[in-house]
């Protein structure tokens, strides 16, 4: 199993980005998919979950109505729109694959058992 994100960078308060997650080495239709995000001295927060077939299954208070999670099972990428920018959306953020029944809350990080490296985004004028 492989995820690597790409996308992150440095963009100005009310700004956007455009983050993606290339899976590989497994089904990537067959499984939920989230995007993570973790801030210096944070413990790591669930953004958004998206249902193998594409239904959006969670977005994180802080960022419903910023930010769009999507995803295209033919070329396996996830994908994460995030519009009007906040400083406090400054974090590492990572794609992570959810296990099959997990019975765990969307909100909480559990229930996972592959994510990549992450992708730097810092929002700051």
């Known amino acids: 199993v492989h995820l690597v994100e790409s996308g992150g960078g440095l963009v100005q308060p009310g700004g956007s980005l455009r983050l993606s997650c290339a899976a590989s080495?497994?089904?990537?239709?067959?499984?939920?998919m989230s995007w993570v995000r973790q801030a210096p001295g944070k413990g790591p927060e669930v953004v958004s979950c998206i249902a193998a077939g594409g239904t959006i299954l969670y977005y994180s208070d802080s960022v419903k109505g910023r930010f769009t999670i999507s995803r295209d099972n033919v070329k396996n990428i996830l994908y994460l729109q995030m519009n009007s920018l906040k400083p406090e959306d400054t974090a590492l953020y990572y794609c992570a694959r959810r296990q099959p029944f997990a019975p765990t809350p969307l909100s909480e990080f559990t229930g996972y058992d592959y994510r990549g490296q992450g992708t730097q985004v810092t929002v700051s004028s």
């Open positions: 080495g497994f089904a990537f239709s067959n499984f939920r």
